[in-house]
């Protein structure tokens, strides 16, 4: 059923589109090819989908249209995810997040996490910790308390992955600080522990303990 109702909206806004393009009719093209790129990407075909929404973007940004142009980019982000396509999705996020910053919290967020995610993806470590740092400050100014306190812990995590156990330590207990403002019993405990154990990998075992124990 879902199937064929899929087949059914795609054949009516192809029509449609077509129908605008003979009359000329620019606005509504736009607006028919957008639904049209949808359903495209809700079935799974992402390359023809990013095409479409790549032309309805260049004419919402012609409009100035910045409600209409942030949930372009959040489809050109999505599709280009799906496709592996890291480099474009950092692109398009870079864009997108100052145009969304004091304009929609929900998707400033959606679109920091999908910048620091394709970085990594791509093994740029450094720029992905670069990403981190500003979705932190950006979550800070938002007031998004609980997506700040998630950035940090992020980072902390990733500095201690790759060895970074200074820079780790400083990270882990701004998160320490985030998370008990937030109460965040589990998290609270996992990070005092990774805090004892950097701090006894640093050779620093008087001042391990007692994190060690409030873990426990």
Not at 67 to 76: D, F, G, K, S, T
Not at 112 to 122: M, N, Q, R, V
Not at 139 to 164: D, T, W
């Amino acid at each position: 059923l879902k199937l064929a109702s899929m087949q059914r909206g795609e054949a009516y806004f192809a029509e449609a589109v077509a129908l605008a393009q003979e009359i000329g009719h620019r606005d509504a093209e736009i607006g028919f090819l957008g639904n049209l790129a949808s359903i495209y990407e809700w079935t799974e075909r992402y390359a023809p989908a990013e095409k479409m929404f790549v032309e309805v973007l260049a004419h919402l940004q012609s409009k100035n249209e910045t409600a209409a142009i942030l949930q372009v980019y959040r489809h050109l982000i999505k599709v280009n995810e799906k496709q592996n396509k890291h480099s474009a999705v950092i692109g398009y996020a870079e864009k997108a997040i100052p145009l969304a910053d004091k304009r929609d919290k929900v998707l400033l967020m959606t679109f920091a996490e999908s910048l620091i995610t394709a970085h990594y993806k791509l093994g740029d470590v450094h720029e992905a910790h670069q990403a981190t740092r500003r979705a932190i400050a950006l979550a800070r100014s938002a007031g998004e308390k609980e997506k700040e306190a998630s950035f940090i812990l992020s980072l902390a995590e990733s500095q201690m992955m790759h060895g970074q156990l200074t820079d780790a330590l400083e990270t882990y207990q701004a998160a320490l600080e985030a998370l008990r403002r937030r109460s965040r019993v589990v998290d609270v405990a996992h990070v005092t522990g990774r805090i004892g154990m950097i701090l006894a990998e640093l050779g620093r075992i008087e001042e391990a303990i007692p994190f060690h124990m409030e873990a426990t």
